[in-house]
């Protein structure tokens, strides 16, 4: 049986990238193995626990549920993109950091791109909101406490 391959073009992190890949390729393996981002991790394979998490033309989306040839002629934002250009973290990688809001670090990719989205559609939101927005994302760890302390400083650092 012959593979069915596309050539594919996309946007990732702001850089245009061409691959041919066989058709049933995941979008979160042709992130991980074809472009070496390994930031999107694959926890369930099934889109239950929100690792996954990608931008995909600025909405998140789970990259476990998506093939790479429906991100033909998309924008991808994922966790090696959310730094600014000179490495400066984005606000909510900074208040991860300063509220201990991560511990095994595995689905923290995943958060920080939903709530990145989140934050610019909802810049000012409770912490109830933010519990509601968090609900997608699965963490065994931290108890989500200081995720959401995190999120809630993270969104008055960037409406200053």
Not at 37 to 59: K, M, P, Q, R, S
Not at 78 to 101: C, F, N, R, V, W
Not at 131 to 155: F, H, K, W
């Amino acid at each position: 049986m012959d593979r069915d391959d596309h050539d594919i073009t996309l946007v990732v992190n702001g850089s245009s990238s061409q691959r041919r890949v066989e058709s049933r390729m995941l979008l979160s393996d042709f992130l991980r193995h074809e472009l070496g981002l390994a930031g999107t991790h694959v926890g369930c394979e099934h889109g239950v626990c929100g690792a996954c998490t990608i931008l995909f033309d600025g909405e998140p989306v789970r990259a476990c549920l998506m093939l790479a040839v429906q991100a033909n002629q998309h924008e991808i934002s994922t966790i090696e993109g959310l730094a600014s250009k000179d490495g400066e973290y984005h606000p909510l990688q900074q208040a991860m950091h300063d509220h201990h809001g991560l511990q095994c670090g595995y689905c923290t990719p995943g958060i920080l791109m939903t709530m990145s989205a989140y934050l610019r559609e909802n810049p000012s939101p409770t912490e109830a909101e933010v519990r509601e927005a968090l609900s997608g994302n699965l963490c065994r760890c931290t108890g989500y406490q200081n995720i959401v302390d995190a999120v809630m400083a993270a969104a008055n650092r960037m409406r200053v």
